[in-house]
């Protein structure tokens, strides 16, 4: 079970970095009209949450949460980590 785990977790992992490859930095800053998100807050939200979750169940504090955490948007001020 754990091999699957982190297989999914590595596969997710490459899927977000090749936005990377593909978009620059502008376009994926970019909040679109009508959206309250831009895409590196979109995947810094899912591997904070991803990351929570393991961090959950070992018990322990992950401090990125406050930061994508889903009251919270790109535009807002960010709270400090």
Same mark, same amino acid.
């Given at each position: 079970?754990? *091999?699957? &785990?982190?297989?999914? @977790? =590595? ?5 977000? *970095? ?9 376009? +994926? !800053?970019?909040? $679109?009209?009508?959206?309250? #998100? =831009?895409?590196? @807050? #979109?995947?810094?939200?899912? &591997? ?5 979750? &393991?961090?959950? +169940?070992? =018990? ?11 009251? +919270? !948007? $790109? *535009?807002? =001020?960010? $709270?400090? &980590?």
């Amino acid at each position: 079970m754990t *091999a699957s &785990i982190f297989k999914t @977790w =590595n596969t997710s992992r490459n899927l977000y *970095a090749a936005y990377f490859d593909n978009y620059s930095l502008e376009q +994926l !800053n970019k909040i $679109p009209a009508g959206f309250n #998100n =831009n895409l590196i @807050w #979109n995947i810094g939200h899912i &591997i904070v949450a991803q990351q929570s979750l &393991i961090y959950q +169940l070992s =018990n322990l504090q992950c401090k990125y949460q406050r930061i994508y955490s889903t009251s +919270l !948007n $790109p *535009a807002q =001020n960010q $709270p400090k &980590i």
